[in-house]
């Protein structure tokens, strides 16, 4: 872990990263259950995530500065927009830490707007979506958050200063876009054959991005073995 986080770039130098929005005292004022007017957008709230999962809303939030402004020091500070109307990751912020599965992230291509429950990844120009949420859904990165960044919340203070192999990798971006294909067949499957069928792709596209994001970030066949073991051997659920 020291390796890697020395000799690759940082999160941050790839990718700009932001908490949700902070509703605090004010999510009576903030939320609603329709939309009031244009400011009011599909609010994505920390549970709305799963892995390579479709955002799942609940609700609608308002963004509009001058409301939080006129609320003085109720209101709280509001990230910079683009960070929602923008195609990006989303990391859940809070995770158990009895879990062995410490990162839950997924793309938003639906420009949806997020409670500060979940990370904002926004990509930088020249960056692959698919490469980062790769990278950041790996084996490789969930043991980097057991062992490096172990807190209860995937905070972005700690994602930026975690290392990515690469911000453009076409590889990587094609097993990305399949894994992603399967999830979007698996979500409007019924029958439960076909379901069993994709739950089985799945797995198998998940097991061939690990293994090159090992390889990516150099990990020997015998370093890979030992993470996999202490993976393996460390209580709790997945």
């Known amino acids: 872990m020291d390796r890697i986080c020395s000799k690759f770039k940082r999160l941050e130098e790839v990718c700009d990263l932001s908490v949700g929005i902070n509703t605090g005292s004010m999510k ?4 609603a259950d ?14 709305g995530i799963s892995r390579y999962g479709r955002c799942v809303t609940d609700g609608w939030i308002i963004y509009d500065p001058a409301v939080i402004k006129a609320a003085g020091s109720k209101g709280r500070a509001l990230p910079p927009e683009r960070f ?19 990162i839950i992230a997924t793309v938003d291509l639906d420009k949806c707007y997020n409670l500060n429950r979940l990370s904002n990844v926004l990509p930088k120009t020249g960056t692959d979506i698919n490469t980062i949420i790769g990278i950041i859904n790996s084996d490789l990165w969930n043991y980097l958050f057991l062992t490096r960044f172990f807190n209860y919340e995937i905070k972005p203070v700690y994602l ?6 690469a911000n453009f990798d076409d590889q990587l971006s094609a097993l990305v876009a399949q894994r992603l294909t399967y ?38 066949v015998v370093e890979k073995a030992m993470i996999k073991a202490r993976l393996a051997a460390l209580p709790g659920k997945w």
């Open 28 to 31: 009576l004022e903030m939320m």
């Open 34 to 47: 329709r939309r009031i007017d244009s400011c009011y957008h599909p609010c994505v709230p920390g549970s």
């Open 160 to 165: 930026k200063e975690a290392p990515v192999a």
């Open 183 to 220: 999830e979007d067949a698996l979500r409007a499957a019924t029958l439960p054959t076909r379901k069993a069928a994709l739950k089985t792709l799945i797995a198998s596209s998940e097991a061939l991005i690990d293994d090159y994001v090992y390889a990516l970030f150099g990990i020997s």
């Open 84 to 102: 929602f109307r923008s195609d990006k990751i989303l990391v859940v912020r809070t995770r158990n830490t009895a879990l062995k599965r410490r």
